[in-house]
């Protein structure tokens, strides 16, 4: 699982391994840094380069990245959402599913409390993954609670996906049923 905490100067990148009730395993953490004066273009190349980087070395399975939610600042919300596109672009290239997590989805998940601080999270990291020390800086660290929190929550939201498919076939069916000659000879009666 590779969480992708997307930024244009700092996007957080961390590798986790596991399965949800078992311990998880950090297999690689860091930053693709782009330098806040090159050109737009050039920052979003860097960052594919590097994304590039680690789904090569690390091969995952599935992609998590923050969804990009409104701020006050309109031009960090656009330089989240171009990073967070480089990262789902290079998946998708590659056959890799994306799931997309809101910041306080992956708060509630990792630390139990959707309001969460960076310094909880950080240090819920830190526990869950049996690290040293908190990855630095935070935005490696809230790569890997991306990480963590598909993980944990994915199982979940694939048994209610295939909950309401079989849900929706069962009425699909009925309605058909509904449909067929001798149903309608009945109701003419």
């Not at 996906?161 to 009945?186: H, I």
Request: aromatic share 2%; net charge positive.
């Amino acid at each position: 699982m590779l969480g992708v905490d997307p930024g244009l100067t700092r996007c957080g990148v961390g590798v986790v391994e596991g399965v949800a009730g078992r311990p998880l395993t950090m297999r690689g953490v860091g930053v693709v840094r782009t330098p806040a004066d090159a050109d737009l273009g050039h920052r979003l190349v860097a960052i594919e380069q590097g994304i590039e980087q680690w789904l090569d070395e690390h091969s995952p399975e599935v992609l998590a990245v923050e969804r990009v939610f409104s701020q006050h600042n309109v031009r960090t919300v656009m330089g989240t959402a171009q990073a967070s596109a480089v990262a789902m672009l290079c998946a998708s290239r590659r056959g890799i599913p994306v799931a997309l997590h809101t910041p306080s989805e992956v708060k509630a998940a990792v630390t139990g409390s959707g309001r969460a601080d960076k310094a909880q999270v950080g240090a819920m990291v830190t526990r869950l993954l049996r690290l040293d020390a908190p990855p630095k800086p935070a935005d490696a660290a809230d790569a890997l609670a991306l990480a963590i929190c598909h993980i944990w929550r994915a199982p979940a939201q694939n048994r209610l996906q295939q909950a309401v498919a079989q849900n929706r076939l069962q009425q699909a069916a009925a309605q058909r049923a509904s449909q067929t000659p001798t149903a309608q000879k009945g109701r003419i009666a």
